[in-house]
Each structure stands twice: as structure tokens, then as C-alpha cells.
């Protein structure tokens, strides 16, 4: 595979602040600068012509905020927070930002929160060329505990949602791996013939069910409850693989 080169933004309606990341970007061999913008505003009519990778992002600006805004992004898109404020640092992980930098910082820092963005990206892309080249989507890519974990679909057994964060659960593993992340998101990413949510906690793998005991399922001694929003379609997927159908 090709070295990864992203594209960014920055967003800072400081101009010192603006400058100086802009700076950065410039001395970082695999960033590439399409724009920079003083405010969410100014940068929210950008994106949306013309999406970039990485987006370094002031949280304390008039009108819109930087916590605001980028709820607005774009999928592709992805979030390095700039600000003076420690106490946005937990926001700033909710909205999955890649990292948080507390001004000042300097070209090592910076530098560091940019290495994370390429390792995410690296990681992405390279998935993406598995997926194109096998037909399917075999591994997912999440963060915990400040490193990104390479998942194998096929050994995941569910996934069980716990307000903003996740819960993994593999195969001849007891104990789940916990990321900041939404279920609602993560089921966009999932193979839709292979996982099933049948729960508004609860997304399971349909290979790795045991038993269907009345509205439960069994998948590795856990009893999972298929609620009624999500009967009809769970119910049609094994209607459909049943020898008695």
C-alpha cells in the first residue's frame, strides 16, 4: 500500500493560533493544508465542498462552537481538538475525536495528535483494500484505552451499547473491550448479513448463536432478549434459515 497523505483544515478564530498550527502542518510531510478558516461558520460552507481528512479544531469561537460543529462533519472527517480549555477534553472524546490538544503546545505534541490521525487513517484504508480485495468487511478498527485495536469480525460474539461507549465481546476472551462510540454508528459499519441488532443494547453475531429459546437468544451463556422492535426482522432472518420454513 501506498504511504497515506491527509488533507486537513484548520479552524481557530485566534489568528496567532491559526497561524501557528498552519506552521506545523507545513514542516508534517504527510499533511496537506486545503484551508483554514477563523470561524465554524466560514468552515462549515468549506467542508461541505470540498471534504478533508483531518480537521484541527478551536472549541471556543462565537456563533458556533467547535463541539457544536463538528457534529456537522462529514463521515469521512475526522477531529483533533485545539483549545485552551481542559475541561472539553471528555466532550471532545464523546464526539470521538481522534485526539485533544491543550494550548499552548508545541511541534511535539502536535506532531504526536497528527501520528494518531495517521495510524487511524493507515488503518482505515488498509481495511478497505482487505474488504475490496475478500468481497466483505473483515475487520473493524476501534479506539480503547488510547490505542486503536484491530478487531476481527469473526471473532466478535455481540456488542452490547452502554450510553456512549461499547462493550465487545470476542470469542475465548472474558473480558470485553470498552470504546467511546455509538451503536447507532457502529451498525452502519457492520456486515449486514452477519450482524443483527436485535436490541436497543445489543447487536449480535448471527453466526454465533447457539440457541433461540422463545425471544431469547443464547450466544456463549449469554441471554439476550430480542425486543419487540427488532422481532420482525429477526424473525424473518431465521424463518429464512430454518429447515422447517
Not at 5 to 27: F, G, H, R, W
Not at 146 to 151: D, E, G, S, T, W
Not at 172 to 181: E, F, G, R, S, V
Not at 223 to 231: A, D
Request: hydrophobic share 45%.
Amino acid at each position: 500500500m501506498e504511504a497515506v497523505q491527509l488533507t486537513c483544515m484548520i479552524v481557530d478564530d485566534e489568528p496567532m493560533a491559526l497561524n501557528l498550527v498552519e506552521s506545523y502542518v507545513a514542516k508534517t510531510p504527510f499533511l496537506t493544508l486545503k484551508n483554514k478558516c477563523h470561524s465554524a461558520i466560514e468552515a462549515l460552507q468549506s467542508i461541505n465542498t470540498e471534504p478533508v481528512d483531518v480537521l484541527f479544531l478551536d472549541i471556543q469561537m462565537p456563533d458556533l462552537t467547535g463541539l457544536e460543529f463538528s457534529k456537522m462533519l462529514p463521515k469521512q472527517t475526522r477531529v483533533i481538538f485545539t483549545t485552551a480549555f481542559d475541561q472539553y477534553a471528555l466532550e471532545g472524546f464523546k464526539v470521538e475525536a481522534l485526539d485533544y490538544l491543550l494550548k499552548p503546545f508545541d511541534y511535539a505534541e502536535f506532531l504526536v495528535a497528527a501520528n494518531k490521525a495517521l495510524e487511524w487513517f493507515t488503518l482505515l484504508r488498509g481495511n478497505k483494500e482487505a474488504s475490496a480485495v475478500s468481497g466483505k468487511k473483515e475487520f473493524l478498527f476501534v479506539k480503547s484505552e488510547y490505542k486503536q485495536l484491530r478487531i476481527k469480525l469473526a471473532d466478535v460474539l455481540y456488542f452490547e451499547g452502554l450510553k456512549d461507549y461499547i462493550k465487545i465481546w470476542l470469542k475465548d476472551n472474558p473480558k470485553a473491550i470498552l470504546t467511546l462510540m455509538s451503536l447507532k454508528s457502529l451498525e452502519e459499519e457492520l456486515p449486514k448479513t452477519e450482524f443483527m441488532r436485535v436490541h436497543r443494547s445489543f447487536i449480535v453475531s448471527l453466526k454465533n448463536i447457539e440457541v433461540i429459546e422463545r425471544s431469547q437468544i443464547v450466544i456463549n451463556k449469554q441471554r439476550i432478549t430480542v425486543s419487540e422492535q427488532y422481532k420482525p426482522k429477526f424473525l424473518e432472518y431465521i424463518n429464512g434459515n430454518s429447515l422447517n420454513s
